[in-house]
T-cell receptor, first 118, second 113 residues
Framework: NAGVTQTPKFQVLKTGQSMTLQCAQD?????MYWYRQDPGMGLRLIYY???????DKGEVPNGYNVSRLNKREFSLRLESAAPSQTSVYFC?????????????????FGQGTRLTVV | GESVGLHLPTLSVQEGDNSIINCAYS??????FIWYKQESGKGPQFIID?????DKRQGQRVTVLLNKTVKHLSLQIAATQPGDSAVYFC????????????FGTGTRLQVFP
């Protein structure tokens, strides 16, 4: 199974350029996420989408936009890249499973996109 | 990737020893916790989870302990192997907002032969 697939794996941008990071999952999950990972800061949530057609801001949404194109795909766009956006970006998906006392959410991650903005 | 985790706390253990990785969480409303393992150049992978109505949960060679009083979570790995070398993250979620998993900064585990 492919799971969560991200493209590209590596990208170098000049300041001010735009680009879109693509993400697709084949697990029929409702929820999808974009995280960025910086040294010493763990994973920080940029945006998430609880279902097709909905998106919500996470912890660090400034400078990014997202599109939940359909249930499978969730893209992240940088309209005007800045050096502060140099990071490793991870897409994830999850299926919230109802339990007797709420829900459990196990997220599956892609391999990551290493973005450098110069 | 290689540049991630340069400033992470590091735990070094000898192969065969037990490892204990700790995590403190801040949101008292969190009631669901997950441990992830991230190997170099890869995305995080699920290891084990625990709900707040439990104090302990065991998996294969791993045990997660939850102390809600002091908001502390630990991951115990028995008989640590070289393949356990990775960065380990804890993540927390709230019952009514489980779409927002919040991750800790991570701990690097190094296993020496």
């Amino acid at each position: 199974n492919a799971g969560v697939t991200q493209t590209p794996k590596f990208q170098v941008l000049k300041t001010g350029q735009s680009m879109t990071l693509q993400c697709a999952q084949d697990m029929n999950h409702n929820s999808m996420y974009w995280y960025r990972q910086d040294p010493g800061m763990g994973l920080r949530l940029i945006y998430y989408s609880a279902s097709e057609g909905t998106t919500d801001k996470g912890e660090v949404p400034n400078g990014y936009n997202v599109s939940r194109l359909n249930k499978r795909e969730f893209s992240l766009r940088l309209e005007s890249a800045a050096p502060s956006q140099t990071s490793v970006y991870f897409c994830a998906s999850s299926e919230t499973r109802p339990t007797g006392r709420g829900v459990n959410t196990e997220a599956f991650f892609g391999q990551g996109t290493r973005l450098t903005v110069v | 990737g290689e540049s991630v985790g340069l400033h992470l706390p590091t735990l070094s253990v000898q192969e065969g020893d037990n490892s204990i990785i700790n995590c403190a969480y801040s949101n008292s409303a969190s009631d669901y916790f997950i441990w992830y393992k991230q190997e170099s150049g890869k995305g995080p992978q699920f290891i084990i989870d625990i709900r707040s109505n439990m104090d302990k949960r065991q998996g294969q060679r791993v045990t997660v302990l939850l102390n809600k009083t002091v908001k502390h979570l630990s991951l115990q790995i028995a008989a640590t192997q070289p393949g356990d070398s990775a960065v380990y993250f804890c993540a927390e979620g709230a019952r009514y907002n489980t779409d927002k998993l919040i991750f800790g900064t991570g701990t690097r585990l190094q296993v020496f032969p």
